[in-house]
Nanobody, 126 residues
Framework: QVQLVESGGGSVQAGGSLRLSCVVS????????VAWFRQAPGKEREGVAS????????YYADSIEGRFTISQDTAKNTVFLQMDSLKVEDTAMYYC???????????????????WGQGTQVAVSS
């Protein structure tokens, strides 16, 4: 059974940092795209960043503006999202997702992510 379990969310003031983790189990790690998406209340879900677990190639949404870093620990089948210089508009539920492709076009194809976690809440206050 495939499971994606997110952790690391919380409340932080603007300008602060958080590190999200996504543990992937029951899945062939190393041949898939793992991404972070987020959804704020009243807004559509949007992609944040992705990583191809086969070679560690990373991809980011333009809106992130270099503030976030996605990485992985292949020994622990875990993907991280380091979020720095957080803004109030980063407030959202953050989801981890995994799919059997090399991340090409990931931002525009959330339907290609077959597995999703339950999400972890991030709240940024001014």
């Amino acid at each position: 059974q495939v499971q994606l379990v997110e952790s690391g969310g919380g409340s932080v003031q603007a300008g602060g940092s958080l590190r999200l983790s996504c543990v992937v189990s029951g899945y062939t790690y190393g041949r898939n795209c793992v991404a972070w998406f987020r959804q704020a209340p009243g807004k559509e879900r949007e992609g944040v960043a992705s990583i191809y677990t086969g070679n560690g190639a990373t991809y980011y949404a333009d809106s992130i503006e270099g503030r976030f870093t996605i990485s992985q620990d292949t020994a622990k089948n875990t993907v991280f999202l380091q979020m720095d210089s957080l803004k109030v508009e980063d407030t959202a539920m953050y989801y981890c997702a995994a799919g059997d492709f090399s991340c090409g076009g990931w931002y525009y194809a959330p339907q290609r992510f077959k597995y999703w976690g339950q999400g972890t809440q991030v709240a940024v206050s001014s």
